[in-house]
T-cell receptor
Framework: GEDVEQSLFLSVREGDSSVINCTYT??????LYWYKQEPGAGLQLLTY?????DMKQDQRLTVLLNKKDKHLSLRIADTQTGDSAIYFC????????????FGAGTRLAVHP | DVKVTQSSRYLVKRTGEKVFLECVQD?????MFWYRQDPGLGLRLIYF???????EKGDIPEGYSVSREKKERFSLILESASTNQTSMYLC???????????FGEGSRLTVL
């Protein structure tokens, strides 16, 4: 079946770039999302990309999609302490939320 | 702003008790979802609803039921709570299948 995998932890220094990676198993994906969860809160949509796109940039965020390798990444430029959170990759395999598969989440720790 | 409100942030119940988790959204969204979040497993879909009185099983429906009597309210029911249902429960809503999911802050349930 479909699967979405992420590494569980990432630690970066304040001001550096962070790159969070995600791989998925099924090539019939339609939408690919990045959600952010701050401590004690629900998830918030950060950005998303359609499967017919290779890249999307939104201020400090850059999303790269390599469909051939089934690899999605989120780059955060000039990482700040406020970026410390859990980042979830989510892939929609049929365009409907009944087939939205979440990764386990990557906990990003930003240190001075 | 869209608001998804989960009535209980923290609950402690005993094995065998019946548990109700309530979720209300204020933006007239058609679609509502209950997820379970566990460390290292990401979010897993329990049940979802595309309309009033309509419900569909997600990936892990066993031990759970739901109720959607009004459009704005989606309830998750544990008929007889068990310790393996100790988890964070997240409710979400969206106006359409390809749109952003709006999450509540979560209900952390501990079953003793």
């Amino acid at each position: 079946g479909e699967d979405v995998e992420q590494s569980l932890f990432l630690s970066v220094r304040e001001g550096d770039s962070s790159v969070i990676n995600c791989t998925y198993t099924d090539s019939s994906s339609t939408y690919l999302y990045w959600y952010k969860q701050e401590p004690g809160a629900g998830l918030q949509l950060l950005t998303y990309i359609f499967s017919n796109m290779d890249m999307k940039q939104d201020q400090r965020l850059t999303v790269l999609l390599n469909k051939k390798d089934k690899h999605l990444s989120l780059r955060i430029a000039d990482t700040q302490t406020g970026d410390s959170a859990i980042y979830f990759c989510a892939v929609s395999f049929s365009g409907g939320y009944n087939k939205l598969i979440f990764g386990a989440g990557t906990r990003l720790a930003v240190h001075p | 702003d869209v608001k998804v409100t989960q009535s209980s942030r923290y609950l402690v119940k005993r094995t065998g008790e019946k548990v109700f988790l309530e979720c209300v959204q204020d933006m007239d969204h058609e679609n509502m979802f209950w997820y379970r979040q566990d460390p290292g497993l990401g979010l897993r879909l329990i049940y979802f609803s595309y309309d009033v009185k309509m419900k569909e099983k997600g990936d892990i429906p066993e031990g759970y039921s739901v109720s959607r009597e009004k459009k704005e309210r989606f309830s998750l029911i544990l008929e007889s709570a068990s310790t393996n249902q100790t988890s964070m429960y997240l409710c979400a809503s969206t106006p359409d299948a390809g749109g952003e999911l709006f999450f509540g802050e979560g209900s952390r349930l501990t079953v003793l």
